[in-house]
Structure formats: structure tokens, C-alpha cells
């Protein structure tokens, strides 16, 4: 049983002329087919919202159907949409697609990306780098035209330069004229006659190219430099595609980054740890000498305040953090054993903090 023709556009009986053809082709964009590839009924769907609106938007049809129904329109002569494809029906009303049509309209071109590793150093310091990558670009003996040397494109002679044709189809509506794509120039007003060799009429081709890229200082692992317009070439005019570095960051024998920061785990022995001492410890700009104070427990942390990773684009820099590992003796002698033993006897609880260090553990073990 057929819909009603003003619930399937969703309008009111009173609607004026504007808004069902307005609601007509809000409906269209949204049920044509080509949006609904999985929907079966989807060609039904366009085809009763057609049915409707061709009523509906026709005085003399909308009358008979407001007064009589369906059988009213038939008696005044309505025809079956049935003989009709949803594309005629559909182009009848919006030309030559309802995504697009008329000249071919211009094209960005490809984004291009080049891989590039450096080190931590490099990293920190920023550096240049020279990078190869091939990318669309215009060719040079036709001068991007795509004819060949010596000769010109000419103006298409169906399209008279427009990148549009109009053509006449009938319909159920009667007669229809529709504008679309050329498709002897494919949209862009001209042809080539004559086509260039070098890049058999495209005016394009892939072609190598080398640069030297400043990488900032700061840039963090995965990152990616962006250099607009240095892609692949536009089509019909259109802006050229971008080109990416990404940045890959080597990781270091010593030194571990985390965001703006540097970490190294400084080994110490347990009388190095008990008694303090001074080691030499890697900085971005060489070894740098650092007091650890005696006591120190396993895991504390000894911060070098602007020694990290200077900040991308940024002020400042990050610090160096040095972790301490306390290493135990994993081989002792009778008599080494006997002096620890000794040391466990002869300390108290005031000789240790609060939490549970090194020699805590250890003369847990030898007791």
C-alpha cells in the first residue's frame, strides 16, 4: 500500500512549494542509493520520495491528490515512475550529480613522507639533514602543459573551453536540461593533441628530489616535521601536497630520555653508598663530576637541575636525573663474610633510617 505522499517527504498539507522542494532534496541526499550501497530498497525509497515530490510540486497534480487521493491523480493522467532510472530521475532535478559536476574542479597534491634516525645528541643540539624522496612533479620539456614541445593544448571543440556540456532528456517532468562534465576533456576545457613524450600528455611525472631539512633541537621520537608544499604537484591548478619528516631518535648507550628529561642509573657499591664518594657521570655535554652523599639508599634520586633535553621550540631545558642502583657482592671469602658480620654486630637501629636499606638487608641475611 503506498505511502502518503506528505509523510513520505515530511512536510505538512499546507507546505508551500519551497519548503517540499526543499524537503524533496534534504530526502534525496540522504536515501540515494550510492549512499546506501547495502541498502536493498534503497532504489524503492528514491523512487517513491521521486513519486511524491513530482506530484506534489505540480499544482495541477497536488490539487487532484489533495481532493481525491491517489485515484485522483491517476485519473488525471499520472505516470508510472517505474520506466524510469533513479539516476534520470535523480539528475533531472540537480544536473549532473548531487556530490558534485560541472568543470572538473582542482586537486591537491599527495602528501610525501621521508623517514630520518638521529641520535640523542642530535636530538638535543638540533641538526640538518639532507633527505631524498620522489614525488609527482611538472614536467619539465612540456612545461607541466602535457603537450609536446613546440605545440599547445587546444581548446576542446565540444565544450568550447567551458569544461561543461548540456544535454536534454524527457522524463516523467517533461522535458529536462542537465549541465555535466565534458568527457572528451574531461572538465578542464582543453585537450592535447600533440602529447608530450616525456610524460605521454599528463604534464606530470615522478621525479626525484633532494633537500637539506633543519630538524629542531628538542624533537622528541616519533615526531614529524611538516614542510608545506613540498609534496607531490597539485592537479588542474590545484596546491601542491605537504612533506613529512619523521623523525625516529636512536636510543642511547647511557642515557634515557623521558619528555624533556635525562635519566641515568649510576651503580654504586653498598660502602660506596654507606660513606659517599664521587663519580663521573654522562651529560650531553660530557662527563660531569657529582658528590653522592654518604648514606644514600637504593633507588634515590640525584637531580642536575638544566641538564636534560632542551624544550622543543621552547625555553629551558629538562634535568638529569641520576637513579642509584646499589650493587651487592654476589662472591664473598670467610673472612669477608666474618667482617660483615662484625659490622651487623656492632651497629644499631639509629645507624640506619627509617625504611629498610642495604645493610638492613644484609644483616637480616647474616643473622
Known amino acids: 500500500m503506498k505511502r502518503d505522499y506528505y509523510e513520505v517527504l515530511g512536510v505538512s498539507r499546507t507546505g508551500g512549494d519551497g519548503e517540499i522542494k526543499k524537503a524533496f532534496r534534504k530526502l534525496a541526499r540522504e536515501i540515494h542509493p550510492d549512499v546506501n550501497k547495502n541498502d536493498p530498497e534503497a532504489e524503492t525509497k528514491f523512487k517513491?520520495?521521486?513519486?511524491?515530490?513530482?506530484?506534489?510540486?505540480?499544482?495541477?497534480?497536488?490539487?487532484?491528490?489533495?481532493?481525491?487521493?491517489?485515484?485522483?491523480?491517476?485519473?488525471?493522467?499520472?505516470?508510472?515512475?517505474?520506466?524510469?532510472?533513479?539516476?534520470?530521475?535523480f539528475r533531472s532535478f540537480f544536473g549532473e550529480d548531487i556530490f558534485g559536476g560541472g568543470r572538473t574542479s582542482a586537486a591537491r597534491g599527495t602528501d610525501v613522507a621521508v623517514a630520518v634516525e638521529i641520535s640523542l645528541t642530535e636530538a638535543a643540539s638540533g641538526v640538518k639533514r639532507e633527505v631524498e624522496y620522489q614525488a609527482v612533479s611538472g614536467c619539465e620539456p612540456c612545461g607541466g602543459s602535457g603537450a609536446a614541445p613546440g605545440t599547445s593544448r587546444e581548446t576542446c571543440e565540444v565544450c568550447k573551453g567551458s569544461g561543461q556540456v548540456r544535454t536534454v532528456s524527457r522524463t516523467a517532468f517533461g522535458q529536462f536540461m542537465r549541465t555535466g562534465i565534458c568527457r572528451r576533456c574531461k572538465g578542464e576545457g582543453s585537450v592535447v593533441e600533440t602529447p608530450c613524450k616525456?610524460?605521454?600528455?599528463?604534464?606530470?611525472?615522478?621525479?626525484?628530489?633532494?633537500?637539506?631539512?633543519?630538524?629542531?633541537?628538542?624533537?622528541?621520537?616519533?615526531?614529524s616535521i611538516r614542510l608545506s608544499g613540498l609534496g607531490g604537484r597539485g592537479e588542474r591548478g590545484g596546491p601542491a601536497g605537504d612533506l613529512y619528516i619523521q623523525v625516529t631518535v636512536a636510543g642511547d648507550e647511557k642515557l634515557i630520555r623521558d619528555g624533556d628529561d635525562l635519566i641515568y642509573h649510576q651503580r654504586l657499591t653498598i660502602v660506596e653508598a654507606a660513606i659517599g664518594t664521587t663519580v663521573a657521570v654522562p651529560t650531553l655535554e660530557g662527563e660531569q663530576e657529582v658528590d653522592i652523599k654518604p648514606g644514600t639508599q637504593f633507588g634515590e634520586v640525584v637531580r642536575?637541575?638544566?641538564?636534560?633535553?632542551?624544550?622543543?621550540?621552547?625555553?629551558?631545558?629538562?634535568?638529569l636525573r641520576i637513579i642509584v642502583d646499589i650493587v651487592v657482592p654476589r662472591h664473598l671469602n670467610s673472612g669477608q663474610k666474618d667482617l660483615l658480620r662484625e659490622f651487623a654486630r656492632t651497629t644499631s637501629e639509629k645507624n640506619y633510617s627509617s625504611d629498610e636499606g642495604i645493610f638492613d638487608k644484609i644483616r637480616t641475611a647474616l643473622s
Open 48 to 89: 517513491e520520495a521521486a513519486e511524491a515530490y513530482e506530484c506534489l510540486s505540480n499544482p495541477e497534480t497536488r490539487a487532484a491528490y489533495d481532493r481525491f487521493g491517489f485515484e485522483g491523480v491517476q485519473r488525471g493522467g499520472f505516470q508510472d515512475f517505474s520506466q524510469f532510472s533513479f539516476e534520470e530521475i
Open 198 to 223: 616525456e610524460c605521454g600528455g599528463r604534464g606530470a611525472v615522478m621525479a626525484g628530489r633532494k633537500m637539506e631539512v633543519d630538524i629542531p633541537a628538542g624533537i622528541d621520537d616519533g615526531q
Open 304 to 319: 642536575l637541575k638544566g641538564k636534560g633535553m632542551p624544550q622543543l621550540r621552547g625555553r629551558g631545558r629538562g634535568d
